[in-house]
């Protein structure tokens, strides 16, 4: 797939990019949102979960995890003393995907 996408694009890269560029990097608040709330709902993690070949992780110390976070569904913890470990530093990523849906 990705030789075909190459061959197909070899040269419509820099076209690709400046529609890209204007795309993302020069829309307002308002259409960033919008953008982001289409993007989530197109990568449900609910539904990109059952084809983890692996069990997942804890983020903060890597055994398998059971629980993720309840506000943003992202990060997998052990159990509730890592998700509390991790909070400070999750918290800001936590908040903006949070806004964004």
């Known amino acids: 797939m990705r030789s075909s996408l190459m061959q197909q694009y070899k040269s419509k890269w820099r076209?690709?990019?400046e529609q890209q560029a204007a795309l993302l990097?020069?829309?307002?608040?308002?259409?960033?949102?919008?953008?982001?709330?289409?993007?989530?709902?197109?990568?449900n993690i609910?539904?990109?979960?059952?084809?983890?070949?692996?069990?997942?992780?804890?983020v903060v110390c890597g055994s398998e995890a059971r629980k993720r976070c309840s506000r943003c569904r992202n990060e997998w913890y052990c159990g509730r003393e890592c998700q509390v470990k991790h909070w400070r530093k999750h918290k800001l990523a936590c908040d903006l995907m949070i806004t964004a849906t």
């Open 25 to 43: 990097l020069q829309q307002s608040q308002q259409d960033l949102l919008k953008c982001s709330r289409g993007l989530a709902s197109a990568y």
């Open 15 to 17: 076209t690709l990019a």
């Open 46 to 58: 609910d539904a990109m979960e059952g084809m983890l070949a692996d069990a997942p992780k804890c």
